[in-house]
């Protein structure tokens, strides 16, 4: 996406909120933290073209931690945070060394077991996590250089500042050698590795950074909700990221950020598709599948080309 | 104790085995993963309930008017979101099964609201064998199982169309080469398959209890049986169910029954690194 247009919407994104009410400012938050994981969702995908339905792990374990470090050992919230998105890069490493080397169907159905198990844990081990009442009563972080956390809309700020600089780390990640090694994984495994790029290794960093990014949206669940539980981490909150990246366009930065809008800021708007709202989520899946590839990000780009201010840079194939 | 745990556990298995069969043999035909597999269990469930009561007729003869109509709507699923992407990656067959899932969930709720229902097959009273205890009930559930699974059997291996089925499974290449006509050979196999579905949901709703979410466990197990018995492999369905079924229960009742579901997991995940062809499963071509 253009500089320009991307620093316009960031722009309003800033100052929007001081106008709106707290549900909205709310709502707004609630997109942008679904944005950030489905952010994390969007690399794994657009990038190295594995769906991973065991998201929601690397999400759970993350918040767990790093909660679990506050409430139980008094930790502040930025000591807890380095150390719970360790942990998550650490798992991830481990799964994903294991894993990777498994064909199409089989990471996935891996992955899907893998985020069951940590599910089924921390649904079972009441000594630690309290069983499927979850942790309660999460505190917002604390002050930090002055910078205080308490009111939804400084809290609002944080999720903001956090997709932003993600956004920006990957968009520098992708044009840089990584990045391109990474699309030459996803494009042809064989001939990447006939090539010399170390498959294994590569698929293992992604996943990585993908957990990295899924963790700190973890991080930032708890002090939100102020409450987890382990059903809500199941597969289907997996599957509603792979939704939002498809939807929004995979492969691309703005797609998963774009479809975190359309699965859960349009719909609240829209009252009467509130209770519909896994019905027009799995319509939108089959239709964007069968017909736009590319997403609706893909979809409007040639629209989008022809507006002077909006015209985006051409995406590599743009395919999934 | 032990005997009892056998026959739940062989129970439970065989509602496994039931659940794998219809799912392995689309993945044998079409290579496919069907997410939606669970809502048509669900689906055959709460459309057998509904028959009995609207038309005030009796399990069994709901039942196959149920069969027809889910393997109706599998075959709909087939053509409408699978045909178009099986070729292509792995990731748009899920992702299009996934929608449907999610889409079939909602009618389910719709249709019949969140509560859940007893579908009831009319027979009381408790078998003792020995030290075990066993419902009527369970027992005809099994019985039923066994006729479906030996009708299955005897569709495979006797009939033309079985054939075909099987020669499309190991070899969709050789089947076009010789003639068959693979599509609608995938066709049929999505026809037994919802049938399989229908009825295992139908069962379950008998057993416990029918509901639109009791689609999600039946998915994630029969992915384990299959992936244990070997995708694609019938046999291994079977085999692979009735396995699961008695470690699912020996674990439950021996050692956590918090963490069973934990240790079935990670037995798939074991089998998915050390042999990821399963018990039966044919070794892996590219």
């Known amino acids: ?320 | 104790m032990f005997l009892q745990q056998l026959a739940n556990g062989l129970v439970l298995g065989s509602i496994y085995a039931l659940c794998a069969l219809g799912f392995t043999l689309i993945y044998g035909v079409a290579r496919v993963i069907n997410f939606a597999y669970g809502e048509l269990f669900m689906l055959g469930a709460l459309i057998t309930l509904s028959l009995m009561t609207f038309l005030q007729i009796n399990f069994f003869v709901a039942l196959p008017i149920s069969m027809v109509v889910i393997a109706a709507l599998s075959v709909l699923i087939y053509v409408a979101t699978v045909r178009p992407v099986m070729q292509g990656p792995h990731v748009q067959a899920l992702l299009t099964t996934t929608g449907v899932l999610y889409v079939l969930r909602e009618v389910g709720i719709f249709f019949w609201g969140t509560a859940p229902r007893e579908i009831v097959m009319g027979f009381k009273g408790v078998a003792e064998i020995g030290d075990v205890i066993i419902t009527y009930q369970r027992l005809i559930a099994v019985a039923t199982m066994v006729v479906l699974v030996v009708v299955l059997y005897l569709i495979l291996y006797r009939l033309r169309i079985g054939k075909a089925l099987r020669a499309v499974a190991q070899n969709r290449a050789g089947a076009e080469a010789i003639g068959l006509n693979v599509d609608r050979t995938v066709v049929f196999a999505f026809v037994v398959s919802g049938a399989m579905a229908c009825a295992a949901g139908a069962l379950v709703g008998v057993l416990y209890a029918a509901e639109p979410s009791m689609g999600g466990v039946p998915l994630l197990k029969a992915f384990v049986v299959v992936i244990f018995g070997g995708l694609g492999s019938l046999p291994g369905a079977i085999v692979g169910g009735l396995v699961i079924g008695l470690i699912e229960t020996f674990t439950g009742g021996y050692i956590s029954y918090a963490f069973k579901d934990v240790f079935t997991f990670l037995i798939m995940i074991a089998v998915l690194l050390f042999r990821p062809s399963g018990l039966f499963g044919a070794r892996a071509t590219t």
């Open chain 1, 1 to 320: 996406m253009r500089l320009a247009t991307a620093v316009v919407l960031v722009a309003l994104a800033t100052v929007a909120p001081s106008f709106l009410g707290d549900y909205q400012i709310y709502l707004l938050s609630l997109t942008v933290l679904w944005a950030i994981l489905a952010l994390s969702m969007g690399i794994l995908l657009g990038y190295i073209g594995e769906i991973n339905f065991g998201q929601a792990a690397f999400v759970a374990i993350s918040a767990y931690v790093s909660t679990l470090l506050r409430q139980d050992l008094g930790w502040s919230f930025w000591a807890a945070a380095p150390v719970a998105l360790g942990v998550v890069v650490i798992c991830a490493a481990l799964v994903g060394m294991i894993t990777m080397r498994l064909r199409g169907p089989f990471f996935v159905l891996v992955m899907l077991a893998f985020g069951e198990i940590v599910r089924l844990v921390l649904a079972n081990w009441q000594d630690m996590t309290n069983g499927p009442l979850g942790l309660r009563n999460i505190e917002p972080p604390e002050p930090l250089f002055g910078l205080t956390f308490d009111s939804k809309l400084s809290f609002y700020y944080l999720l903001l500042t956090t997709l932003v600089v993600c956004s920006m780390a990957i968009a520098r990640l992708v044009r840089a050698r990584t990045g391109r090694l990474f699309i030459a994984v996803r494009e042809d495994e064989l001939l990447a590795e006939f090539v010399g790029i170390p498959l294994m290794r590569h698929k293992v960093i992604a996943l990585c950074i993908s957990a990295f990014v899924a963790g700190l949206g973890g991080l930032l669940m708890g002090p939100f909700l102020t409450v987890l539980a382990p059903n809500q981490f199941s597969v289907f909150a997996s599957v509603d990221m792979v939704v939002m990246v498809v939807v929004g366009g995979v492969a691309t930065i703005a797609g998963p950020i774009l479809g975190a809008v359309f699965l859960i800021y349009v719909p609240e708007l829209l009252s009467f598709a509130r209770e519909l709202r896994p019905a027009i989520m799995g319509v939108m899946l089959i239709l964007v599948t069968l017909f736009l590839p590319g997403g609706v990000l893909g979809w409007m780009e040639p629209v989008l080309a022809r507006l002077p201010l909006l015209r985006h840079a051409a995406k590599s194939g743009g395919k999934q």
